[in-house]
């Protein structure tokens, strides 16, 4: 018999990331601004005070989305012992434990991010963070300060995961410039969110088994949905236009 906990959900995450291809395959890689919805009871400023003299947070979180599991914390998903980590060409078997794969036999998931500000909305309380790798709407379950003296170590070994990933130049196709003008003197897009964006493509988010120059991919993103192509060098966008989703 399996153990289970029960464990609050104190907020939603409202992310850019309008589904799971193009998540950053770790926080702190594209410097996305984006804010958890805190749920009642949880919604009390005075829960945060003493927040601001911290430059960074954990957050804890419930993977939900994924297609194989229950999308609970009470019941047990279905365990791999091995996955396949795209950082090393999603080729190669290894342990479970030794990645920060999302099919885990508790679906937790772990995040360091930069503490922005806490707002009030009428009766909610926005807590903003940025550098997330969350998608919207992700459960969170927790926030705790992060602490510099214990939380950096300094010589640490990350296997294979040591090094950043190499990033990619982005470029803009002719007609996908002209959309990008008209979206942005129309308030679709503004420079903020084109920045974050051309960030995230420039990781590459792409499978690891797939390199086909000639493809064109399809990525939502915030009220977008961007077309591209990846070769050995580039990221170059050739549609981009408006979608029907709300952030």
Same mark, same amino acid.
């Given at each position: 018999m399996i153990d289970a906990v029960t464990m609050p959900i104190i907020g939603y995450m409202h992310s850019p990331y309008r589904e799971k291809f193009g998540i950053p395959r770790q926080p702190n890689l594209v410097e996305v601004e984006c804010f958890i919805e805190?749920? !009642?009871p949880y919604n009390d400023l005075l829960a945060f005070d003493g927040l601001e003299n911290f430059s960074h947070l954990w957050l804890?979180? $419930?993977?939900?989305? *994924?297609? *194989? =599991?229950? +999308?609970s914390l009470n019941q047990q998903p279905k365990f791999r012992a091995q996955v396949r980590p795209p950082r090393l060409g999603g080729n190669q078997k290894i342990g479970v434990f030794a990645t920060r794969?999302?099919? #885990?036999?508790?679906?937790?998931?772990?995040?360091?991010? #930069?503490?922005?500000?806490?707002?009030?909305?009428?009766? =909610?309380?926005?807590?903003?963070? =940025?550098?997330?790798?969350?998608? +919207?709407g992700t459960p969170i379950l927790d926030i705790k300060p992060y602490i510099q003296y214990s939380d950096?170590?300094?010589?640490?070994? =990350?296997?294979?995961? %040591?090094? $950043?990933?190499?990033?990619? @130049?982005? $470029?803009?196709? !002719?007609?996908?410039?002209? %959309? %990008? @003008? @008209?979206l942005l003197k129309q308030g679709i897009l503004?420079?903020?969110?084109?920045? !974050?964006? !051309?960030?995230?493509l420039s990781l590459d988010p792409r499978p690891a088994y797939q390199d086909d120059a000639e493809r064109v991919y399809g990525m939502c993103?915030?009220?977008? *949905?961007? $077309?591209?192509?990846?070769?050995? #060098? *580039?990221?170059?966008i050739v549609n981009i236009e408006q979608t029907n989703l709300e952030i």
């Open positions: 805190m749920a !009642e804890v979180w $419930q993977f939900h989305d *994924n297609k *194989n =599991s229950d +999308n794969s999302m099919y #885990r036999p508790s679906p937790i998931g772990l995040s360091v991010v #930069r503490y922005l500000r806490v707002e009030k909305h009428a009766k =909610s309380v926005r807590l903003y963070v =940025s550098g997330a790798d969350l998608l +919207n950096a170590i300094v010589d640490s070994v =990350s296997g294979y995961a %040591q090094e $950043q990933p190499v990033r990619k @130049l982005v $470029q803009w196709m !002719e007609s996908a410039q002209s %959309q %990008q @003008l @008209l503004n420079k903020r969110v084109l920045g !974050e964006l !051309e960030q995230v993103f915030a009220e977008l *949905n961007i $077309q591209f192509t990846v070769d050995e #060098r *580039n990221v170059s």
